[in-house]
């Protein structure tokens, strides 16, 4: 994100549990629609939500996702912020390259949220954690 | 229907009815983990497409009020949505990767033409060198002529022989004058060492996209290499037309045919070196049609778009 970029709300969901990953897609959802994205981003905004708190689950046991309202300009975004305390990722480079995993080879997982959302980075280190930033515009 | 997708279709229709009574993320999330397991599974968009037509139809319920009926088809759409989320995926990936490929390709020919430059250009003026010095030499010492000029026909037979290479590698007249007079070059190489008549008809002039011209001159060479190994031919003809858009290229031959059983599956294709053709034809959104009858020679009809799909995508977009 740019500068000038202004945060205005935000909601966060501790995730554990399957119940936890619906809760956030239930959150992102919301701030997606109430925004104004259309049924298909904020669909696909809910699909990111999904593949990062099922890493979250899988590999970190817990962490939390994170909804923020963005801003820059005129323009209005959603940012997804996916942050855990576990393992971390020994080598992002190829953790974000298709065919890393099973998920991957079929254009799912990181490199597929990558894909999904106009803007992403991903921060790991390990031992100590692994943060994940995704945010969609509205066009 | 096999077991696991009788028990996708189960667990769908399950959802769906959930979901048209109380909406909520649950039921989308279902719809979602449903659709990227099909995934997964190998299953493809149609079979998502069919697995929430049979929910539909299960589910389907007298037609209510209007708004009741406004609600529900929302309510379907956006089931419809999250279940093929996980498709979106996987397709802008294969999107992706597909432009990578392209792009990859476009390298390699770079490449290709920096290694035939360097090799024509640059080991040409070091051979020219050599061939001076010799001439000094000979000057120098009039009764080394023998072997002088043996030195001089091994640096002629390199000389020949990287030119043959820098060529094969990539035709400047390719470069500098377009598609048709490197076909036309081509087919004089072609007739002088195979004996083979070549008629070329095209009434296209001027120059297309390079990765058009590269690819259609890599397709004919192939086309005429086959012809000159399989086809026993004395005769082929290549035509290349344009029309609305596309590019049509055909290569036929009056030789033995190639059996329709033979040339129709993948295996055989690789013998008869069509699998090239057909990847590059396919790489850039063409067709490839082979009509063959035994003794009634074989032609192979490619068609091209003149304009790529991504250019064509990025403008519209």
Redesign the interface.
């Known amino acids: 994100m740019g500068e000038g970029v202004r945060v205005e709300q935000e909601s966060k969901v501790r995730v554990e549990t ?1 119940a936890d ?3 956030a ?2 959150q992102g ?1 919301a701030i997606a629609r109430d925004l104004g994205f259309t ?2 981003n904020a ?2 905004i ?2 990111a939500i ?2 990062l708190a099922r890493n979250i689950v899988q590999y970190a046991t817990r962490g939390e996702v994170i909804l923020k309202r963005i801003e820059n300009g005129s323009q209005k975004g959603l940012v997804v912020i996916a942050r855990d305390e576990g393992p971390g990722i020994n080598d992002v480079r190829r953790a974000m390259e ?1 065919g890393f995993s ?2 991957g080879r ?3 997982g990181l ?2 949220v990558r ?2 959302m106009d803007e992403f980075n991903i921060h790991s280190e390990v031992g100590k954690g692994t943060t994940v930033t995704a945010s969609m515009w509205k066009s | 229907m096999n077991l696991s997708l009788e028990e996708l279709q189960r667990e769908y229709t399950s959802a769906l009815r959930q979901h048209l009574v109380l909406s909520d993320e649950v039921t989308f999330q279902a719809a979602y983990e449903i659709g990227r397991r099909a995934l997964v599974e190998g299953m493809g968009v149609l079979d998502m497409a069919a697995i929430f037509h049979r929910a539909m139809v299960a589910v389907s319920t007298p037609a209510g009020t209007a708004r009741e009926a406004a609600r529900r088809f929302e309510a379907l759409e956006s089931f419809l949505l999250e279940s093929l989320s996980p498709f979106e995926m996987a397709h802008r990936g294969a999107r992706e990767a597909n432009t990578a490929l392209h792009r990859q390709n476009e390298v390699l020919e770079e490449q290709v033409k920096r290694i035939a430059h360097e090799v024509h250009d640059v080991a040409g003026q070091l051979l020219a060198s050599a061939h001076l010095s010799l001439a000094q030499m000979q000057k120098k010492a009039p009764q080394l002529r023998t072997g002088i000029a043996e030195v001089r026909r091994h640096l002629d037979r390199i000389e020949e022989q990287m030119r043959r290479l820098s060529h094969e590698l990539r035709p400047t007249v390719l470069d500098d004058l377009g598609l048709l007079p490197a076909i036309r070059f081509l087919s004089e190489g072609v007739s002088m060492r195979s004996g083979l008549q070549v008629r070329i008809e095209s009434p296209v002039v001027g120059r297309l996209r390079p990765p058009l011209e590269i690819a259609l001159y890599r397709i004919v060479q192939e086309a005429l290499t086959n012809v000159v190994k399989h086809a026993r031919a004395s005769q082929v003809h290549v035509g290349v037309e344009v029309h609305d858009g596309w590019i049509h290229c055909r290569v036929g031959d009056d030789g033995i045919g190639v059996d329709r059983s033979r040339a129709s599956a993948g295996a055989p294709a690789t013998g008869l070196g069509l699998i090239g053709i057909r990847d590059r034809v396919a790489s850039l959104g063409g067709t490839l049609k082979i009509e063959s009858g035994q003794d009634h020679g074989t032609e192979l009809c490619i068609a091209l778009p003149l304009e790529s799909a991504h250019e064509s995508s990025r403008r519209a977009g």
């Open positions: 399957e990953i619906v809760l897609r239930q959802r049924l298909g669909t696909l809910a699909t999904s593949e298709d099973t998920s079929l254009g799912l490199p597929g894909r999904l």
